[in-house]
């Protein structure tokens, strides 16, 4: 049967496995959400990708001499937030 079809022995024992006692309906189920899932582990990787090139150019900017500037201003907003948040202010009125 290999041979006819034109398959390895492993490869038609794999599926075998996989699929023995499915009924179609639950393989064709199984194939859609394969296929879903495949779809899924693409966007994840494309977005992956815009992410490490989004990043790359502000890991440049934070290496040149306005690296303090940001950190200083990124401290102080967190700061604030948390100050606020321990005394019980709204993050909107932080300027009373």
Same mark, same amino acid.
Not at 6 to 24: D, N
Not at 31 to 56: C, F, G, H, P
Not at 71 to 88: F, N, P, T, Y
């Given at each position: 049967?290999?041979?006819?079809?034109?398959?390895?022995?492993?490869?038609?024992?794999?599926?075998?496995?996989?699929?023995?006692?499915?009924?179609?309906?639950?393989?064709?189920?199984?194939?859609?959400?394969?296929?879903?899932?495949?779809?899924?582990?693409?966007?994840?990787?494309?977005?992956?990708?815009?992410?490490?090139? #989004?990043? !790359?150019?502000? +890991?440049?900017? =934070?290496?040149?001499? &306005?690296? $303090?500037? #940001?950190? !200083?201003?990124? +401290?102080?907003? =967190?700061?604030?937030? &948390?100050? $606020?948040?321990?005394?019980?202010?709204?993050?909107?009125?932080?300027?009373?």
């Amino acid at each position: 049967m290999c041979r006819k079809t034109g398959i390895g022995q492993a490869t038609f024992y794999g599926w075998r496995k996989k699929y023995v006692g499915l009924m179609p309906t639950e393989m064709k189920s199984l194939r859609q959400l394969e296929e879903k899932n495949d779809r899924y582990k693409m966007i994840v990787t494309d977005l992956s990708w815009d992410k490490d090139a #989004l990043q !790359d150019p502000v +890991r440049k900017a =934070l290496k040149s001499a &306005r690296r $303090c500037e #940001l950190l !200083d201003k990124i +401290r102080e907003v =967190l700061a604030l937030e &948390r100050i $606020c948040r321990i005394v019980g202010y709204p993050e909107d009125d932080q300027s009373r």
